[in-house]
């Protein structure tokens, strides 16, 4: 007992660890601060694109999806990491992640959005259509706000995804809360750190992930 | 410099290099065959002890009930290479050793149990209570009931979710490229530090696709097959 103590809940080597760790935190609250909205907004994108009346534009948007999905984002990220320099492109390891998270949140919330529109039934565009609104406020004001009601167990599911997605963002460097506390593990040789960044973890997402179980059995028992 | 290089030249033997892509590609061959290999295992063990833990659940028993709610939220709120570092780097200092296949093997196993077994039980709970009395009224036992009526409807209701969650999973193979696991990640980006040459990555990219485009399409089919369930 004395052992596990010793190697993963070590006192001296939590209050060592803090200070690291709490600026490691800083930075996956940022990540997870621009990731979400900027994903959300390109999701949205291409989900209003597959509504388009032109195929090619509909067509491109279900390659992209597909494409990305296929993709796991650690193996997008790594590509774009070590690939880009080779095309003489040479990005800040943040702008890297940004991007790599953009693509791949992107195609995620894409679909999710795209699900939701096509949720709303057409009588709902034709009816404020008729009344005298653009496509846009009709898209807007009419189809958004039901989609995503329709939608929200998966977009809780998706934000919850991408918050742990931010923990890859260690693999290329970047001193987010994971990074952090690996270091300091190999610092100290003790798992210590990395127990505390679960505990990080865990206050930051437990509350999302019993958001989610309660929209989910909401959602089942609706079938 | 030669003058007839052009950029476009530079771009295809940076990313398309041919000798490059013959010396490696039976190196991402064995990480393709690694990463199909790895993800079948996850899933086959995953969906069953999330099955499992479902079904133990089912039965409401305050202790198991309660341990398996506490276990299926913190696998299910943290990132997976949390448990994979804490595994690998943590567990050999209380005495326990384990290969960087193993653990991303486990990790992934406790995630996908996590998550389907959640799937599962609210696939349970959302079978009408009428279905539970009248199998308990025929004299069928709890446990026959559960098996032979509540089940079969679950499961079926589950299918759209559960499949989207385990191709999700089983992406995370390319996790085990940070404990060495010789996967396809692992393989391109070795490739690609010895040849000094993009193109190995343009080979692992493209088994990536070979290998989960099908699978992305397949879980699209899933879910217009069995969306009109929702109704």
């Given amino acids: 007992m004395d052992f596990i103590l010793q190697n993963f809940f070590n006192l001296d080597i939590m209050s060592q660890a803090w200070p690291m760790l709490l600026r490691g935190f800083g930075m996956t609250l940022f990540l997870v601060v621009v990731v979400i909205p900027v994903g959300c907004l390109g999701g949205l994108t291409v989900a209003i694109g597959s509504q388009s009346p032109w195929r090619w534009v509909r067509w491109s948007t279900i390659v992209y999806v597909d494409f990305f999905r296929a993709f796991p984002p650690l193996v997008l990220l790594i590509f774009l990491y070590a690939g880009l320099p080779f095309a003489g492109v040479d990005l800040p390891a943040i702008v890297t992640v940004a991007l790599a998270f953009l693509l791949n949140t992107s195609a995620y919330y894409g679909e999710i959005f795209r699900a939701g529109i096509e949720s709303v039934g057409r009588g709902q565009t034709e009816a404020a259509r008729s009344t005298g609104l653009t496509a846009a406020q009709t898209m807007g004001w009419v189809v958004l706000p039901q989609a995503v009601r329709n939608v929200m167990p998966d977009l809780v599911s998706n934000t919850l995804e991408v918050a742990k997605l931010t923990s890859l963002a260690s693999v290329v460097a970047l001193p987010e809360l994971l990074y952090s506390a690996d270091m300091a593990r190999s610092i100290t040789f003790n798992a210590t750190p990395i127990v505390m960044a679960a505990g990080f973890y865990l206050v930051l997402l437990w509350p999302m992930v019993r958001l989610l179980s309660r929209l989910e059995h909401r959602q089942m028992a609706g079938r | ?231």
């Fill in chain 2, 1 to 231: 410099m030669n003058p007839t290089i052009t950029p476009w030249d530079r771009f295809l033997d940076s990313f398309f290099k041919l000798e490059v892509m013959r010396d490696y590609l039976p190196e991402i061959a064995s990480g393709f065959l690694l990463t199909c290999h790895l993800a079948l295992a996850v899933v086959a063990t995953g969906l069953t002890l999330g099955l499992l833990l479902a079904i133990i659940r089912a039965y409401d028993f305050w202790l198991t009930s309660w341990l398996i709610a506490v276990f299926a939220d913190v696998m299910r709120a943290l990132p997976p290479l949390v448990f994979i570092l804490l595994f690998y780097f943590g567990l050999p200092g209380v005495g326990l050793e384990m290969s960087g296949y193993t653990v991303t093997w486990l990790t992934l196993t406790l995630v996908l149990a996590a998550f389907s077994e959640e799937i599962f039980r609210a696939g349970i709970l959302a079978t009408p209570k009428g279905q539970w009395e009248a199998a308990r009224s025929t004299g069928l036992g709890f446990g026959e009931t559960l098996a032979f009526v509540i089940m079969p409807q679950a499961v079926r209701m589950t299918v759209p979710p559960l499949t989207n969650r385990t191709i999700a999973i089983t992406k995370n193979t390319a996790l085990g490229t940070v404990v060495g696991v010789g996967e396809i990640l692992n393989q391109a980006t070795t490739g690609q530090s010895f040849s000094g040459n993009a193109s190995p990555l343009v080979l692992g990219a493209a088994a990536y696709l070979i290998l989960f485009v099908p699978v992305v399409i397949f879980g699209r089919w899933v879910e217009t097959r069995f969306a009109w369930r929702r109704q």
